[in-house]
């Protein structure tokens, strides 16, 4: 064999074993050389946020973590935080002179890259990746964003472990002192984005089509990180399973329910005619659960909600507004149900 055939040989031998680790268990790790995740994580491994609140200045590292950590609001029930956080900010470890970040950002997991968004500009996330991991027949993708550069190009095929990027601090509200590699792991939810965000937002250009960040529900990374170091085994579906449902909301049957065919092990309840669906959703906004009903309805509908003595728009992510019977869909929630099954 020529040298040439050898090493195309190599490639494709290279791309099979890709392949295969997609559909075996998980493997995967930390995107940059910090790991205090597993060492207690705090200001160590979190980069902090600047806030200012009731007149005080701080820098909470919290802000840093994945959930409801940014915008306190002060109810009779004590302090919440109304702005959600779909990933983790993982601070730097090294600097050159002039204090721009040097830490390599590399692949989580074995997948393809499906996106790269070079101009900074075209999203709050900066300059970002997206990379495809296939496990046990359903496709996630995680996020690296705010890069300084990237060192791969869309259709690469990438080992866990991978360089892919530096760590910097394009994107919006950043400097070089809070400099920060946001990471997220997400599901989508509906291939037929690019459709729904003409139709609702036309007048605002959509620069990185279905990997936009309003189609990707972001999972508590930081927690699966944490739980798969404590249980190698652990899949994404036995991961949602722990999850606590903080809504349902029932949609109209539809061909086009695209959520259900991405993640056919969230469906349940399938012996039933199906006239409508009943989606499971965790406080974070990520489904967790797809149920046949044999009830029609002509549009989303909420049809069940944690109690709480807390208006839900502070509560899920403004999908919901209200509380107990007279709590209902906002606009932007039923906006965001209409996506799951659209066109509809």
């Known amino acids: 064999m020529s040298q040439r055939g050898g090493a195309i040989a190599l490639v494709l031998i290279a791309r099979a074993s890709i392949m295969l ?37 701080s820098r909470p590292w919290e802000g840093g973590r994945y959930g409801f950590v940014r915008n306190p609001v002060p109810t009779a029930n004590g302090l919440l935080y109304s702005r959600f956080h779909e990933g983790i900010d993982i601070r730097p470890l090294s600097r050159d002179a002039h204090g721009e970040p040097l830490d390599e950002v590399r692949a989580i997991a074995d997948g393809k890259v499906v996106h790269t968004n070079t101009v900074a500009g075209y999203s709050n996330y900066g300059r970002y990746i997206v990379i495809e991991h296939g496990w046990e027949g359903s496709l996630y993708y995680s996020l690296y964003g705010h890069l300084s550069t990237i060192t791969t190009t869309v259709g690469a095929l990438v080992h866990r472990g991978e360089r892919i990027a530096r760590m910097g601090h394009t994107g919006e509200g950043l400097n070089q002192e809070r400099a920060h590699l946001h990471l997220e792991l997400n599901l989508m939810l509906n291939r037929n984005f690019e459709d729904w965000h003409e139709h609702y937002f036309a007048r605002e250009p959509n620069h990185n089509g279905i990997y936009n960040g309003i189609n990707l529900a972001g999972i508590d990374i930081a927690r699966f990180f944490l739980e798969h170091e404590r249980r190698p085994e652990l899949t994404v579906p036995a991961f949602f399973a722990e999850e606590e449902t903080s809504y349902k909301v029932a949609v109209p049957d539809s061909p086009r329910f695209d959520l259900r065919k991405l993640y056919p092990w969230m469906v349940k309840n399938v012996a039933v005619n199906a006239k409508s669906w009943e989606v499971s959703f965790a406080r974070s906004g990520v489904p967790l659960k797809i149920e046949a009903r044999g009830e029609a309805v002509a549009e989303p509908t909420i049809t069940y909600l944690k109690d709480s003595d807390v208006d839900s728009i502070y509560l899920t992510r403004g999908v919901v507004a209200g509380r107990g019977e007279q709590a209902h869909l906002s606009e932007s929630g039923m906006r965001l149900m209409r996506l799951l099954t659209w066109p509809d």
Do not use: C, W
Not at 29 to 41: I, R, V
């Open 21 to 57: 680790a997609q559909n075996s268990r998980i493997d995967i790790s930390l995107p940059t050389d910090n790991d205090a995740l597993f060492h207690g994580g705090g200001a160590a491994f979190y980069q902090y946020i600047e806030r200012e609140f009731q007149g005080e200045k």
